[in-house]
């Protein structure tokens, strides 16, 4: 799931999420695919994952939420489809 969100891949998300993947699942910093997504500015993927029930308040080990990253990184366009 978060090598499709960082290859901004919105099919195969959502064909994962079908087949049981968690839109939450967090790694070992605690990044959730949708963390990934807005890092790197994948807006179509981000609108899917929000779509099915990806968590943006969800904050990393360095309590950063997706939002945040994304503000970081300069993806404005993620703050519109939030």
Same mark, same amino acid.
């Given at each position: $799931? %978060?090598?499709a &969100? #960082? +290859?901004g891949?919105? !099919?195969?998300?959502?064909?994962?999420? *079908?087949?049981? @993947?968690?839109p939450? @699942? +967090?790694?070992?910093?605690?990044?959730?695919?949708?963390h990934? &997504?807005?890092?790197?500015? %994948?807006?179509?993927?981000?609108s899917?994952?929000? +779509?099915? /029930?990806s968590?943006p #308040?969800?904050k990393? !080990?360095? /309590?950063?939420?997706?939002?945040?990253?994304?503000? #970081?990184?300069?993806?404005? *366009?993620? $703050?519109?489809?939030?």
């Amino acid at each position: $799931m %978060h090598k499709a &969100a #960082f +290859q901004g891949n919105p !099919l195969l998300v959502s064909r994962l999420i *079908e087949l049981g @993947a968690n839109p939450n @699942a +967090q790694t070992e910093t605690g990044a959730t695919p949708l963390h990934i &997504a807005a890092a790197y500015g %994948h807006f179509t993927t981000i609108s899917y994952l929000l +779509q099915l /029930g990806s968590d943006p #308040f969800i904050k990393n !080990l360095d /309590g950063d939420r997706p939002l945040d990253l994304a503000k #970081f990184k300069g993806r404005l *366009e993620f $703050m519109c489809v939030c």
